[in-house]
């Protein structure tokens, strides 16, 4: 069992011991939720780099299981993805979990793996490299493309600020096919980790192709962030979707600091797509207060794309429905409440959920405080005129590790109606917010020294809160 450190989240996806960075090669498979991760099982630095691996029936309660790629003589083990290969393409057998990851020592190149006992061990495939590139290209994402009947992977051109495409019959032979990026989007930092999935326009017919595309610096509020495309994706070239006047608009999937590498499962059920990320940022990852494990995962999501006024397409993340049974029991519930300068005050416990519906006051800012007796705070204000939620972590509580911690991060809500709908989980060192239906989500990480025990809710003119509650959150395993 995990050491009980102060930070160490009591709801949310961690090593018991070790480094870790992006959650990758996640699949699904006879009920088992597989997550592997990038990990240092020697101690809490980016060393040694490994896919540790946890699985779960539910996406909340995890069990650890044992290292299960370690480093071979072409390298440390980077990121990447896995399928299962139902058709028996690889001729590894029927149903065979089949790995790509980069091996990564002087240089960058391309290894498959492959486990017949279901993610728990892998055998490296002999004739590895299987992709090998003159400048650093990493994080292969492997999927299954039904419209062509081959195998589709997208692999992270880093350096070039590109994604490649590559099909290929049998997840062996790989052929390059196109590639996307060159001078869109963020183009400040390394792009790394792709996913590549098909998804259903929210209350429309229309399917779209979502890229996502983390990028390192460069993020909204620095560091790193994960951005995305929407477009077209004919299994051998992405078209991204353009605005009126041809440019392509640059996304973000979550506009906290702590929201990296995100990627999905592959081989959900029921046509989920569910995805989590790896909830720190490379400015400051190695140097937040824990000390015997290093970083947690965010929240499981499932990912929607729906239309906003602007007339572009976006991704909604919500929780993933699983996340609803961490529920307690409710300690506050307000059906009706306004709110002005003088706040209204509300006990929290440690770990829980707040939610929280507010009608829209022109001209008004509605200000959510989460705080504890050491004066230390997180400060959310609601800009209904602007349509934004902004997130305060300066006085928060520890900051000082690094100048790049103390931060205010700022959403726009999507709200035409005004109705915020937020969803808050407040964890032992981290805050996830979502808007209604997923229209915006916004990750960030917080260390106070006694955790926030008091939530205010006021306003420099009048608030209407039409709902509030908030739920105790049970810990989990
Ligand atoms: C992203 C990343 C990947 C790489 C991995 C190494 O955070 O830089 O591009 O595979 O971390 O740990």
Redesign the pocket.
Known sequence: TANREKYRPAYHHTPLYGWM??PNGMFYKDGKWHLYY?YNPYGSK?QN?SWGHSESADLVNWEHKPVAVKPDGLGMI??GSCVVDKANTAGFGENAVVAMY?SADVSQMQSVALSTDGGITFATYPYNPVITLESEA??PNMFWNEATGEWNLAL?H?LDHEMLFFTSPDLKRWTLQSSFGKGLGCQDGVW??PDLFKLKVDGSGEEKWMLIC?I?PGGPFGGSATQYFIGDFDGKTFTPDRDADGSVPTKWMDYGKDH??TVSWSNAPDGRRTVIGWMSNWQYAAEVPTQQFRSANTLPREVGLFKAGDGRIYASTVPSPEVDALRGKVVKHVSKMSAGRKAKRFALPELCEITLDAASRRGGNMILTLGNDKGEKVVMTYDAANGTLSFDRRESGITDFSQDFPAVTTAPTFTADGKLGLRIFVDRSSIEVFGKDGRFAMTNLVFPRTPYTSLTVSSDRVAQITSLNIYEIKETK
């Open positions: 960075n992006d990038q980016w780099l980077f990121s980069t990493r994080d992270a880093a790394e980790c983390s390192n990296y590498a």
